[in-house]
């Protein structure tokens, strides 16, 4: 028999498409087992302040399995290690982590689910090093998260992104141009390798190869000598040139000790050279947050449910400080140690480091394979 009576849902990082099915499975499966569902309005804010609202019977909790964003808003940048506050107008970072962990026991939270990305499932590590039972939910468009599968969001992202390769299609095949997509994914070239084989793509560049310049010119060349006038392209928002660097657009507000980097630019840079190489028209698409936006896929639903509910489930079984995990297409759940790679230190700088254990394409992957049996380029 559980002790379970009461979760606590929390959100951190970028939306993804299927937060709300996550929140609704976990819900309903809390439900048959007798268990309250509390959400903390955005994610770690609210954990900090103590804000959070009934999910069990809320009529905003209801209808929700198709709807994009969150119910309960998400934080972005926030680490409640380094905590940004203002005192006496200045800015100063806290350690609020002790003030989470008392609203978490004032408030009756027998486990903390924590929806998120690597950063999100270290901060929920450090958690439980101070007491809290926590469960991570793998969330992320990047697909980036090491020891699952697949994250939910992520076939949405791709879905979009091929839809906007096919209407790129038929655009550059009338005005014989060069488009180029660039896609999110920060370090990891997931998005924008899946999307190129589902939308055809003749180039996807990634961050797991930095690329030849002109290796992608001969691709183009050689279509145009096969007649191909025209050529689309994908590339990764990580994805740099070799012996160069990451394009960074600008830094993310707040959150010292997160990683604050806002990558952006390598599409158009990508554009501009081959515009400059081969003498064609080449025009540049961002697709950006369309990405993480509107409704999951069905896919993303379905996933989506079976993490939520798996999570609930673990709880139930007093399995705590895991992730909920796919392995080999099977619902699974691994330590949050696993998850965190070599970023041991409680409360330091979080995902998306090298210390950290983000997944991202091995050249084994049968994805790299596929691209270059069908002949897109990846730029080596
Ligand atoms: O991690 C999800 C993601 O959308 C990345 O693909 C992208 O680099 C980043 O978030 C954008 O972050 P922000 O919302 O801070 O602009």
Redesign the pocket.
Known sequence: MSDLKKIGILIN??D?PGLNAVIRAIIKTARVHGVESVGFIEGFKGLVENRFIQLEGNPLASGIIQKGGAIIGSS??TNVFNYKVIEDGNVVYKDMSDVCVQNLRDDGIDCLFTLG?DSTQKAARDLSLKGIRVIGVPK???N?VAGTDMTFGYNT?VSVATEALDRLHTTAETHNRIMVLEV???YAGW?ALESAISGGADVALIPEIPYDMDKVVEAINNRKARGKNFSVMVVS??AYPKGGDLFIKGT?EGGEGVINV??GGAGEFVAREIEARTGMTARNTTLG?L??GGTPTATDRVLSTKYGAKAMELALEGKFNVLAVLKDGKLDSIPLEEVIGNNKEIGAVEGGTEESNMKTIKMDDDLVKTARDVGICLGD
Do not use: H, S
């Open positions: 990082g970028g993804a972005l940048n990305g992320t468009i990047d980036d992202a999110m994914g920060r998005i928002e990580g993310r806002q990558l947050y990405q993480r």
